[in-house]
């Protein structure tokens, strides 16, 4: 499927607020609200929309501290890789883990917890407990000087 300008804008705004009905993002694009319904369908049977989801304010729900860890595996072979990835999905507090190169890590996990104690005791007693995991380095965000959901779409 090839995008065009009408596409682009239907994506760009949906990015800004996901919760914008289709009236309002007709009106937004130039779009009379039946095709611009068409086209959002057309674009998530395409995959360009993966899903639509809410974004809560973790300092309103006491989510108070944000870590980066960067995690070394012992073995490099896919089972232990499967293993990992395994485990962690099953965690509520991981809102990221990506499969990293160019560093002495394997593994980079973003995580919400509400305080210093909670997060020893999540790393303690959760990720440290995964087999394989050999070593753990954590870096602490101060404050977020950019914190975006938007892809860009100028490049299309």
């Known amino acids: 499927m090839d995008l065009d300008r009408q596409d682009k804008r239907i994506l760009a705004t949906l990015q800004q607020d996901g919760s914008v009905t289709n009236l309002e993002l007709a009106e937004k694009i130039g779009l009379s609200p039946s095709p611009c319904a068409r086209r959002v369908k057309q674009l998530e049977e395409a995959g ?10 973790a300092n309103k729900l006491n989510l108070k501290l944000t870590a980066l ?11 232990r890789f499967e293993l990992f990835e395994k485990e962690v999905s099953q965690h509520q507090e991981i809102m990221e883990c990506l499969l990293i190169t160019g560093q002495s890590a394997d ?11 909670t997060y020893q005791e999540f790393l303690l007693n959760k990720i440290t407990r995964i087999q394989g995991v050999s070593d753990v380095h ?16 100028e490049h299309l």
Do not use: C, G
């Open 48 to 57: 360009f929309i993966n899903r639509k989801v809410t974004l809560l304010n």
């Open 69 to 79: 860890i960067q995690i070394s595996m012992d073995k490099h072979t896919p089972d």
């Open 107 to 117: 593994y980079q996990l973003k995580v919400v917890v509400a305080d210093m104690e």
């Open 138 to 153: 954590s870096s602490f965000i101060l404050r977020e000087v950019i914190n975006s959901t938007e892809l860009p779409l």
